[in-house]
C-alpha cells in the first residue's frame, strides 16, 4: 500500500434483524389480551350494577310496602307488589282480604319494624299487631320480592296478611255463649231503666245501643270466651268476662220529683252536688237544648270583674232605665231603673249596670271566665251539648261584651251547665266537672278564689232574700239565687219571648245541692222558674 494512502473502508452488510415481526405480533397479542381482561372487567361491572339495581329497586318497593302496611293504606301496599301479584289479587280483593283478617283477629293497631338484610329470597320483617282480644300478634314476615325497575315489587299471597299465618289458611275466631249484660244502676242500686225517665239516660242495649248502654257497652256486655284460629291450628286463646254493672249518681227519686215540678213546661231541671259533680237528677231539657242564660250569666260577669278588680261588692252605679254601647241602648226588664252598689245592681238584675261592667272586663277576660264556668266543654253526658259563649274574635265591640255579660248575643247554655255555674261558687270557687257515673273520677279546678265565691254567694243570698228571687225561699233554709230573663226576641213586652231561668244552690254555706232550672217562652225567672226550684230543692233537701 502507497504511504500517505488511507486504507479503503469495509461494506457492512445489512442482515435482516431475527425476531422483529414477532415481536410487533407479540405486543398486539399483549394488548387484545389487556382489553379482553378491561372488557370482562367493564362486563362484571355491568352485571353487578345491574344486580345491585335490582336489589335496590325490590327494597325500594319493600318500604313502600311496609310503610303502607303500617297506616292500612292497602292502595299503596298494592302498588308496591310484582305486576304478576297485581294481576294475581286485583286491588278490591286484596284490600278485602287483608280487611278481613285485621277483623276476624280484632286488629287495632299495626306496628311494622325496620327490613332486614335479604335472606331466602325475601326481606325480613319484624311485625306487631295488637288486637282487642288475643294481645299482640308479633313475628317477622318474610317479605318476598322480585323483579327490577318499574318490575320490582313484592310477590304477595294470603298468608302475608298476619304474622305467623301459613299458606292456605283461613283467619276466623271460635266464640263461647256471650255472658249476661249487667245493669245500669241508679244511686239507690235499683235498675236506673226502671223508669222512663232513668231509661232514658241509661239507653237501650242491642247492635246499636243508646245513652249509657253505648258508653259502657263493653263493660256491660262483657265479652265470651274465644280462640284465634289460624287454619285449624289455635294461635291465642282468651277467657269469657262477664259483664259489670254502672252505677249512676242518679236518684230516681228526686228525678221523678224535677219532672213532676217542671210539669207539662216546655223545659229542663238539673240537680248537681257541688262538692263532686255528681249529678243527681235531669228532667226534660235539662242538656240537650242550650239556651240564652239571661240574667244568671251574670253570675259569671259578676265574678270576672270582682277577680280582675274592676269592681267591688260596694262600686257605685248611676241609677238608670238603660245603658248605651256602641250607639245602641240595652234596657232593664220593664224599663225600670235600677243602680246603687254593684251588690243592689245583681240583687234587682240590671241590665244597665252589667252590661257596661262587661264591656269594661272585655272580650277576652270574659270569655275566659266563662270558659273557667264550663262553657265550651263538651258534657260527659249522654246526649248533653256544650254550652257556648263564641270565640273572642265574636264579641267584635262593646255592644257584643256587654250583651254576652248579660247572658245574651251568641251565650247558650244548658241547665247542667247553668247548675254547674251555681256549684262552683257554692263551693268556694272550685269547680267540679259534671259527672254521672261512679266510674268517671272527680275532676276539681279553681274558677275564681275564695274571696271572689263568697262575695258572690253573699250576692246570691240578698237575691231570695229581697231580690228578684224571693219565690224560691224556704223557711229556714238560706238559699242563694239568682234569677235570669233571657230575651227570644228583642223589647218585647210579652212573656213568651223570653225563656226564664234560675240557678240556686242551697243551704247556702253548706251546699248540698245546686240546681238551675229553665222554662222556655215562660217569662220572668223569679215568676216563672224561681218556685220548681223551691221544689227541687225542698225535695233534694229531705233526702229524695
Known amino acids: 500500500m502507497p504511504s500517505g494512502g488511507s486504507a479503503p473502508r469495509r461494506r457492512r452488510s445489512r442482515r435482516p434483524r431475527r425476531g422483529g415481526g414477532g415481536l410487533r405480533l407479540g405486543a398486539i397479542v399483549r394488548a387484545i389480551g389487556v382489553i379482553v381482561v378491561l372488557a370482562a372487567i367493564a362486563g362484571g361491572v355491568v352485571v353487578w350494577q345491574t344486580r345491585t339495581t335490582a336489589a335496590q329497586d325490590r327494597r325500594d318497593a319493600a318500604e313502600r310496602f311496609t310503610t303502607a302496611w303500617a297506616r292500612s293504606d292497602w292502595a299503596a301496599m298494592w302498588r308496591a307488589l310484582t305486576p304478576a301479584a297485581r294481576t294475581a289479587h286485583p286491588e278490591a280483593g286484596f284490600a278485602a282480604a287483608n280487611r278481613s283478617a285485621l277483623r276476624a283477629a280484632g286488629v287495632d293497631a299495626v306496628r311494622i319494624g325496620r327490613l332486614g338484610r335479604p335472606r331466602g329470597g325475601g326481606l325480613p320483617v319484624a311485625v306487631a299487631m295488637r288486637t282487642r282480644e288475643f294481645g299482640t300478634l308479633r313475628g317477622t314476615v318474610l317479605l318476598p320480592v322480585s323483579g327490577s325497575g ?61 245513652g249509657l248502654q253505648r258508653r259502657y257497652n263493653d263493660r256491660l256486655g262483657g265479652h265470651p270466651s274465644g280462640s284465634l284460629m289460624f287454619g285449624k291450628r289455635t294461635i291465642a286463646r282468651t277467657q269469657a268476662v262477664r259483664g259489670r254493672s254502672v252505677h249512676t249518681t242518679i236518684r230516681p227519686r228526686l228525678m221523678q220529683q224535677a219532672a213532676a215540678a217542671l210539669g207539662g213546661k216546655l223545659g229542663g231541671v238539673a240537680v248537681i252536688q257541688p262538692r263532686d259533680g255528681a249529678v243527681l237528677a235531669l228532667a226534660g231539657l235539662a242538656v240537650s237544648a242550650p239556651q240564652p242564660p239571661g240574667s244568671t250569666f251574670k253570675i259569671i260577669t259578676a265574678s270576672a270583674a270582682l277577680a280582675h278588680r274592676l269592681a ?36 234587682a238584675s240590671c241590665n244597665s249596670v252589667f252590661a257596661p261592667l262587661g264591656a269594661k272586663v272585655g272580650a277576652r277576660r270574659l270569655v275566659a271566665m266563662a270558659r273557667s264556668f264550663g262553657f265550651e266543654e263538651q258534657p260527659n253526658v249522654p246526649a248533653a251539648k256544650p254550652s257556648t259563649i263564641g270565640s273572642v274574635a265574636d264579641l267584635r265591640d262593646d255592644l257584643a261584651v256587654g250583651a254576652a255579660a248579660i247572658g245574651q248575643d251568641r251565650d247558650l ?34 274558677a275564681v278564689s275564695t274571696q271572689v265565691a263568697d262575695q258572690v254567694r253573699s250576692m246570691m243570698l240578698n237575691v231570695v232574700r229581697s231580690g228578684t228571687g224571693t219565690a224560691a225561699a224556704i223557711p229556714g233554709v238560706q238559699i242563694a ?56 230543692l225542698a225535695a233534694a233537701l229531705a233526702g229524695a
Open 150 to 210: 318499574a318490575g320490582a315489587g313484592v310477590d304477595w299471597d294470603p298468608s302475608l296478611r298476619l304474622p305467623g299465618l301459613r299458606r292456605g289458611e283461613a283467619v276466623h275466631r271460635r266464640s263461647g255463649p256471650q255472658p249476661q249484660r249487667a245493669p245500669v244502676l241508679a244511686a239507690d242500686g235499683t235498675a236506673l231503666d226502671a223508669t222512663a225517665l232513668g231509661a232514658s239516660i241509661a239507653g237501650q242495649a242491642g247492635a246499636h245501643p243508646t
Open 312 to 347: 267591688t261588692p260596694s262600686s257605685r252605679y248611676p241609677v238608670r232605665t238603660f245603658a248605651t254601647l256602641s250607639g245602641v241602648k240595652l234596657r232593664n226588664a220593664s224599663g225600670e231603673a235600677c243602680g246603687g252598689s254593684l251588690t243592689e245592681a245583681f240583687t
Open 413 to 446: 247554655a244548658t241547665p247542667l251547665e247553668m247548675a254547674s255555674v251555681g256549684a262552683t261558687i257554692a263551693l268556694g270557687g272550685r269547680r267540679a266537672r259534671p259527672r254521672i257515673t261512679t266510674l268517671d273520677p272527680v275532676v276539681r279546678h279553681r
Open 481 to 536: 239565687g239568682k234569677t235570669g230573663t233571657a230575651e227570644l226576641r228583642p223589647n218585647s213586652r210579652n212573656p213568651k219571648d223570653a225563656d226564664a231561668w234560675f240557678v240556686a244552690f242551697a243551704p247556702a254555706m253548706q251546699p248540698k245541692v245546686a240546681v238551675a232550672v229553665l222554662v222556655v217562652g215562660a217569662g220572668f225567672g223569679g215568676t216563672a222558674a224561681a218556685p220548681i226550684a223551691k221544689k227541687v
